[in-house]
């Protein structure tokens, strides 16, 4: 599974890669979006991040359990206690970035609630917040910053045994 920051690549490298592994790719900011019918976006304004979190708890238990293939799980995923119990044990692989290719990738406009404001200095925050998840968490990590897509991809599956 792909853990990283807004703007790592984890649903563009999570696509090459199972495309690469031709198994399929399971997003699970996806997975709530088509579940509520409602952008992660959406949630956080309407509900609270609080009632997405719960929901994306819920879909990361439920696609651990029961999705094959390569899981892209939501930036702020990982940082969940009850999350972090499911992922252990798992192949997590950490898409590392910097903020510039970041900002490049996200753009950090209004569909990423958490960047919403000053997003450059909320971007860092919740990188310096999460980054020693991410570390604790992983299998194996990956430089993302500079690369194509299907570079990482490849790289992951290396990693990952399968090239």
């Given at each position: 599974m792909l853990v990283g920051p807004p703007g790592s690549g984890k649903s563009t490298v999570g696509a090459a890669l199972a495309a690469l592994l031709a198994v399929?790719?399971?997003d699970t900011d996806a997975a709530v979006e088509a579940a509520t019918g409602r952008t992660v976006s959406d949630i956080f304004v309407e509900d609270g991040e609080a009632a997405f979190r719960a929901l994306e708890r819920a879909e990361?238990?439920?696609a651990v359990a029961?999705?094959?293939?390569?899981l892209a799980?939501?930036?702020g995923a990982p940082v969940d206690p009850v999350t972090q119990?499911?992922?252990?044990?798992q192949v997590v692989v950490?898409?590392?970035?910097?903020?510039?290719?970041?900002?490049?990738?996200?753009g950090f406009d209004q569909s990423r609630p958490l960047l919403a404001v000053n997003p450059r200095a909320s971007w860092v925050?919740?990188?310096?917040?999460?980054?020693?998840?991410y570390e604790r968490?992983?299998?194996h990590r990956v430089d993302t910053a500079g690369r194509t897509p299907e570079d990482v991809a490849s790289e992951v599956a290396g990693l990952l045994g399968a090239s």
């Amino acid at each position: 599974m792909l853990v990283g920051p807004p703007g790592s690549g984890k649903s563009t490298v999570g696509a090459a890669l199972a495309a690469l592994l031709a198994v399929p790719l399971h997003d699970t900011d996806a997975a709530v979006e088509a579940a509520t019918g409602r952008t992660v976006s959406d949630i956080f304004v309407e509900d609270g991040e609080a009632a997405f979190r719960a929901l994306e708890r819920a879909e990361v238990a439920r696609a651990v359990a029961e999705e094959e293939g390569v899981l892209a799980l939501g930036g702020g995923a990982p940082v969940d206690p009850v999350t972090q119990e499911v992922l252990a044990g798992q192949v997590v692989v950490f898409l590392d970035v910097g903020i510039a290719d970041a900002a490049k990738r996200v753009g950090f406009d209004q569909s990423r609630p958490l960047l919403a404001v000053n997003p450059r200095a909320s971007w860092v925050r919740l990188m310096n917040e999460r980054r020693p998840v991410y570390e604790r968490l992983a299998t194996h990590r990956v430089d993302t910053a500079g690369r194509t897509p299907e570079d990482v991809a490849s790289e992951v599956a290396g990693l990952l045994g399968a090239s």
